[in-house]
């Protein structure tokens, strides 16, 4: 079933993450969230995440908020995307 990833107690979801630049989005419409095939990706990418979140932007690291990333959760939803 597919899933997005969705900050804990928010109404806020992972709608892009670009690598090569470690920036990663959110929006607070689940129609705009990035869309994982079932929750094994979605899991998979939240830890990865979680990894290069810890790391400063210079090395790698993602230039966003490491507390909201750790709080990510994977979300079963309706296929809409």
């Given at each position: 079933m597919p899933c997005v990833l969705k900050v804990?107690?928010?109404e806020k979801y992972v709608k892009s993450y670009t690598p090569l630049t470690g920036k990663i989005e959110f929006t607070n419409n689940k129609n705009e969230a990035k869309g994982y095939a079932n929750d094994w990706f979605a899991k998979a990418e939240k830890t990865q995440l979680e990894?290069?979140?810890?790391l400063p932007?210079?090395?790698g690291g993602l230039d966003g908020d490491p507390k909201q990333i750790a709080e990510l959760v994977p979300v079963l939803e309706p296929y809409y995307f």
């Open positions: 804990h107690d928010e990894f290069y979140a810890s932007v210079e090395e």
